[in-house]
């Protein structure tokens, strides 16, 4: 290295912007659904009359899950993407054994995980 050469270290790539719009929708989706559960109680107790006490609880877990999948994902991580994909089966079974609509309930999980597929590449370890 020549005395007069700068030591530069390598430039990270930047997120890509579909990304950023996929996990910060996905934040608000869930905060949201986790506030009504919250702070509705006559939506808590049809929920639970509905499909039992476990309910809140698993849904609460998943969202948990999610979050720390999604903050993978923003990181550009390999594994956030592997745990969303994970707990979007796990729920896509635990609603099923519920005899749930699947389909409306997890129609922005494939639209995460289409994305996610598409930057696979992009993604480290």
């Not at 890509?16 to 608000?28: K, R």
């Not at 905060?31 to 107790?45: D, E, Y």
């Not at 995460?112 to 992009?122: L, S, T």
């Amino acid at each position: 290295m020549k005395d007069n050469e700068e030591f530069r270290l390598p430039l990270e790539e930047p997120r890509p912007i579909l990304i950023t719009i996929v996990c910060v929708l996905e934040f608000i989706y869930i905060v949201i659904g986790s506030l009504l559960l919250i702070f509705h109680p006559p939506l808590l107790k049809e929920l639970v009359r509905l499909h039992g006490a476990i309910f809140p609880i698993a849904v609460f877990l998943f969202n948990i899950g999610t979050l720390i999948a999604l903050y993978g994902i923003w990181r550009m991580k390999y594994w956030g993407a592997m745990l969303y994909i994970l707990l979007f089966l796990l729920s896509g079974l635990y609603l099923h054994a519920l005899d749930t609509d699947l389909f409306r309930a997890s129609l922005p999980g494939m639209i995460v995980i289409f994305i996610c597929v598409f930057y696979a590449r992009k993604m480290k370890n």
